[in-house]
């Protein structure tokens, strides 16, 4: 059985006709930059993250790069951060001159771990950037209160967690001052390339974002402040608003598989024989409805590498999500961080590995995984 890590054709083909009509009308129109598209985008996405205002912009990565820009990040300054991420959380700080400085993560949820937080502020620090990795929350509260402490602003890395809820009701984006999404193909809500939004409730963030979005110019041509193109495709913004209207039922979708992987891996024994763990949901408990949207499926194992190479061989894709915490990363020698300071990045860097969790997978492709992940042990 063939298996891919994310069955994209699963997804798109029954919205064929919805999204060519919706692709036709830009062509129609010939209206291709921002234009009417993008703001119904920017405001159904504003409101599903449960913030105020939305700015359509270029690609995640430009999401986070465009929020530091807005709060005047640079040199002398420094960015604290998750150590265990995409390598855009932290790229887009070192590209502003500004120094990233890493904290070890949660083994739980993979994500930053707030008790570790206070002990790398200093006088420079500007923002923190936590991420909601695979699709769950960090854990905002201490966060937040952390930042109003220290008058630190926080720009939520929000990328692989469209609409997932923190354990108060909050979504993803709409907690700190600034929040980033990202509509790569691969996301819950994926788009036909790159595209990001940057929501807020601070509506001067949001009018800087969107100034900066347009080469720092209001009016046109006058420029007070240096941005760049930052802007959102019409064409992107036009699939986009046909796949939001899906998106719920999608991430259902991923909840139920989720459901019933948690469901074989306990009938097999796995967790207890060898050690295996399953991704925790730990809001699921707070009544709320997207306490996790898994954009990822990560699983905790030992013997890791051969445990993929098996699996691949069985026809069954899987992706490690990341082998290279921020903190060994050779473009990051001259932060000379220590190891030591990053123990549990460290083995989540070993051990985890993201299975298939994609909407369409079926019962029996389920079973097919878990009974070969059996087979390998
Ligand atoms: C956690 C995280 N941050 C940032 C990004 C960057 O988003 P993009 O690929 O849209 O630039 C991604 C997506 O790949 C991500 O997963």
């Given at each position: 059985?063939?298996?891919p890590?994310l069955?994209l054709?699963?997804?798109?083909?029954?919205?064929?006709?919805?999204i060519?009509?919706a692709?036709?009308?830009?062509?129609d129109?010939?209206?291709?930059?921002?234009?009417?598209?993008?703001?119904?985008?920017?405001?159904?996405?504003?409101?599903?993250s449960?913030?105020?205002?939305?700015?359509?912009?270029?690609?995640?990565?430009?999401?986070?790069l465009?929020?530091?820009?807005?709060?005047?990040?640079?040199?002398?300054?420094?960015?604290?951060?998750?150590?265990?991420?995409f390598?855009?959380?932290?790229?887009?700080?070192?590209?502003?001159?500004?120094?990233?400085?890493?904290?070890?993560?949660n083994?739980?949820?993979?994500?930053?771990?707030?008790?570790?937080?206070?002990?790398?502020?200093?006088?420079?620090?500007?923002?923190?950037?936590?991420?909601?990795?695979y699709?769950?929350?960090?854990?905002?509260?201490?966060i937040?209160n952390?930042?109003?402490?220290?008058?630190?602003?926080?720009?939520?890395?929000?990328?692989?967690?469209?609409?997932?809820?923190?354990?108060?009701?909050?979504?993803?984006?709409?907690?700190g001052d600034?929040?980033?999404?990202?509509?790569?193909?691969?996301?819950?809500?994926?788009g036909?390339?790159?595209g990001?939004?940057?929501?807020s409730?601070?509506?001067?963030?949001?009018?800087?974002?969107?100034?900066?979005?347009?080469?720092?110019?209001?009016?046109?041509?006058?420029?007070?402040?240096i941005?760049?193109?930052?802007?959102?495709?019409?064409?992107?913004a036009?699939?986009?608003?046909?796949?939001?209207?899906?998106?719920?039922?999608?991430?259902?979708?991923?909840?139920?598989?989720?459901?019933?992987?948690?469901?074989?891996?306990?009938?097999?024994?796995?967790?207890?024989?060898?050690?295996?763990?399953l991704?925790?949901?730990?809001?699921?408990?707070?009544?709320?409805?997207?306490?996790?949207?898994?954009?990822?499926?990560?699983?905790?194992?030992?013997?890791?590498?051969?445990?993929?190479?098996?699996?691949?061989?069985?026809?069954?894709?899987?992706?490690?999500?990341?082998?290279?915490?921020?903190?060994?990363q050779?473009?990051?020698?001259?932060?000379?961080?220590?190891?030591?300071?990053?123990?549990?990045?460290?083995?989540a860097?070993?051990e985890?590995l993201?299975?298939?969790?994609?909407?369409?997978?079926?019962?029996?492709?389920?079973?097919?995984?878990?009974n070969?992940?059996?087979?390998?042990y």
């Amino acid at each position: 059985m063939n298996i891919p890590a994310l069955d994209l054709e699963i997804i798109h083909q029954p919205l064929k006709a919805e999204i060519m009509a919706a692709i036709e009308e830009v062509f129609d129109t010939n209206c291709f930059i921002l234009g009417p598209g993008v703001l119904n985008l920017e405001e159904r996405i504003a409101a599903y993250s449960g913030a105020g205002y939305g700015i359509g912009v270029s690609s995640g990565t430009d999401a986070l790069l465009i929020s530091l820009m807005a709060l005047d990040v640079g040199p002398g300054d420094e960015v604290i951060t998750t150590d265990f991420s995409f390598f855009a959380t932290a790229g887009v700080i070192a590209r502003l001159g500004a120094k990233p400085v890493f904290v070890d993560i949660n083994p739980i949820t993979y994500n930053i771990e707030p008790a570790k937080i206070d002990a790398a502020i200093t006088a420079r620090t500007k923002a923190i950037i936590p991420v909601h990795l695979y699709g769950q929350c960090a854990d905002m509260e201490p966060i937040v209160n952390i930042a109003k402490k220290h008058g630190i602003k926080i720009v939520e890395d929000a990328a692989q967690a469209i609409g997932a809820n923190y354990r108060d009701g909050r979504r993803a984006g709409g907690i700190g001052d600034l929040g980033c999404l990202s509509f790569f193909p691969s996301k819950n809500l994926g788009g036909f390339g790159d595209g990001g939004m940057v929501v807020s409730n601070n509506e001067e963030l949001n009018e800087k974002v969107r100034i900066l979005r347009v080469h720092g110019s209001k009016p046109k041509y006058y420029h007070k402040i240096i941005g760049g193109n930052f802007r959102l495709d019409a064409l992107q913004a036009a699939v986009l608003n046909v796949k939001l209207n899906y998106l719920d039922k999608w991430t259902a979708e991923r909840q139920k598989n989720a459901a019933i992987y948690e469901v074989l891996f306990k009938k097999s024994g796995l967790p207890e024989k060898e050690g295996l763990s399953l991704p925790q949901a730990v809001y699921r408990d707070s009544d709320i409805s997207h306490y996790h949207i898994y954009n990822q499926y990560v699983i905790r194992a030992p013997h890791r590498d051969n445990l993929q190479a098996y699996l691949k061989q069985a026809g069954i894709s899987t992706a490690v999500y990341y082998p290279v915490p921020f903190h060994r990363q050779e473009c990051f020698n001259y932060l000379r961080c220590k190891a030591s300071d990053f123990p549990e990045a460290e083995a989540a860097a070993k051990e985890t590995l993201a299975l298939p969790i994609y909407p369409g997978l079926t019962e029996e492709q389920q079973e097919y995984i878990v009974n070969s992940i059996k087979e390998f042990y």
